[in-house]
């Protein structure tokens, strides 16, 4: 089974500061996704961003970007221009994808991000 | 928009009692998943199915088993419940022709068996 490593388990950061959050995983795997998730506190779980392992280009959504390091294994995620609404569990997690569908992902322990005002 | 929802929100039992959690989607996604959220061990997988009928064990299927009869609809079932089974449950699904690998989570159901 693949295992997904988060240190870091809480972060604090200013508003309109800039936090990154790290991420390893531990795969034989030449193609497979990546994906940030996020859970504001009481609030359900949504996709941040995600990265195929076989594009180079690191993926950007807004303020979100990654840092996708394939040979370290290595997919850190930073969060430019902090908002409050920006405070929340964010998950690492990794999946290969099978062509039978059942994707199946595994999650990092989590980080915790409080942004401050 | 994807929707995902969860019979409650909040639920309490005593141990023995045989738990239902449901959770229903109305894409028709052919994957659904159960998962147990605890502090510091993030998400760990249950159960899944990616087909009606069809299901598969997670990491920690102990305790648990799981009934898709209809393909928007995926329960959770605690044969009887006891105090390491509290803790918070997702539900996800994903599927479709579009960003089929993405996962959509429901809100959650916290649990506590007392």
């Known amino acids: 089974a693949q295992t997904v490593t988060q240190s870091q388990p809480e972060m604090s950061v200013q508003e309109a500061e800039t936090v990154t959050l790290s991420c390893t995983y531990d795969?034989?795997?030449?193609?497979?996704?990546l994906f940030w998730y996020k859970q504001p506190p009481s609030r359900q779980m949504i996709l941040v961003i995600r990265?195929?392992?076989?594009?180079?280009q690191n993926a950007t959504e807004n303020r979100f970007s990654v840092n996708f390091q394939k040979a370290a294994k290595s997919f850190s995620l930073k969060i430019s221009d902090s908002q409050l609404g920006d405070t929340a569990m964010y998950f690492c997690?990794?999946?290969?994808?099978?062509?039978?569908?059942?994707?199946?992902?595994?999650f990092g322990k989590g980080n915790q991000v409080v942004v401050i005002p | 928009d994807v929707k995902v929802t969860q019979s409650s929100r909040y639920l309490v039992k005593r141990t023995g009692e045989k738990v239902f959690l449901e959770c229903v989607q109305d894409m028709d996604h052919e994957n659904m998943f159960w998962y147990r959220q605890d502090p510091g061990l993030g998400l760990r997988l249950i159960y899944f199915?990616?087909?009606?009928?069809?299901?598969e064990k997670g990491d920690i299927p102990e305790g648990y088993s799981v009934s898709r009869e209809k393909k928007e609809r995926f329960s959770l079932i605690l044969e009887s419940a006891s105090t390491n089974q509290t803790s918070m449950y997702l539900c996800a699904s994903s599927g479709g022709r579009r960003n089929s690998y993405e996962q959509y989570f429901g809100p959650g159901t916290r649990l506590t068996v007392t």
């Open positions: 795969t034989s795997e030449s193609n497979y996704y």
């Open positions: 199915s990616y087909d009606v009928k069809m299901k």
């Open positions: 990265q195929e392992a076989y594009k180079q």
């Open positions: 997690a990794f999946m290969k994808p099978l062509f039978s569908g059942n994707n199946r992902l595994a």
